[in-house]
């Protein structure tokens, strides 16, 4: 049976935390990279936003344990998402030419989403059982649609633990502290260090777009000479 058969609306419909728990073991969050503040803060102006696809426009609505808020406001210090601290509020950037995907309501099934999403088109989201990249849903499901990036900072969480979180009412992925980017900015070295990485790993993506091995030897590279900063 294919995962755009009638959806299992009960699962949804009960955003019931056992099933979210269930998801965030059995389920590897793929390499993904934002740019996150550094510890050290020793020049402002070794600063670059990082491009990778898997996050969300302004103005999505995050559930968290103080209530739901838009993702642009989230606050490390204040809001948890089932209990998880979030380590940071990742910001970055698509290559110029990429596309967003449009979700209106009610797409997925009734209530889900609550309202018109706008997400990167890798960024996966859960649908039938499975957790599926929102271009999949592009002309097979009415409502969902390509539309043109216009060079926004887009957004996205990384908790303390993998995990997944509630925006506009559809279950979505977060990043996890294995990815790349997330490694780059737990890493104990300076701003300039860290741009110097940031810089060269959006040359690769111009180059290479987002070639999965290409950031599997990067990270491995980059791990092996700043792993005793960790």
Request: proline content about 2%; some cysteine.
């Given at each position: ?108 099934f009734k209530n889900c989403p609550n309202r018109t ?113 960790m």
């Amino acid at each position: 049976m294919s995962i755009f058969d009638e959806p299992n609306t009960s699962i949804l419909d009960e955003l019931n935390t056992s099933i979210l728990d269930e998801l965030n073991t059995s389920i590897l969050d793929e390499l993904n990279n934002n740019l996150m503040p550094s510890k050290n803060n020793d020049n402002d102006n070794y600063n670059i936003t990082p491009i990778f696809p898997i996050c969300f426009i302004s103005g999505s609505k995050v559930l968290t344990d103080q209530g739901t808020i838009e993702i642009q406001n989230i606050n490390k210090n204040i809001h948890t998402i089932r209990g998880k601290k979030i380590l940071y509020l990742t910001k970055n950037k698509l290559l110029e030419g990429d596309k967003l995907v449009k979700i209106e309501k009610d797409a997925l099934f009734k209530n889900c989403p609550n309202r018109t999403t706008v997400l990167t088109s890798n960024h996966k989201v859960f649908y039938n059982g499975n957790m599926v990249a929102s271009c999949e849903f592009v002309n097979k499901i009415k409502g969902v649609s390509f539309i043109n990036y216009n060079n926004e900072i887009l957004y996205n969480i990384l908790l303390e633990k993998n995990g997944k979180m509630i925006v506009n009412n559809m279950i979505s992925e977060t990043l996890g502290e294995e990815n790349i980017i997330s490694f780059i900015y737990m890493l104990n070295i300076s701003d300039k260090e860290k741009f110097k990485i940031i810089k060269k790993l959006n040359d690769l993506i111009n180059e290479y777009k987002y070639d999965e091995k290409m950031y599997v030897k990067f990270y491995k590279k980059i791990y092996k000479k700043y792993k005793l900063t960790m």
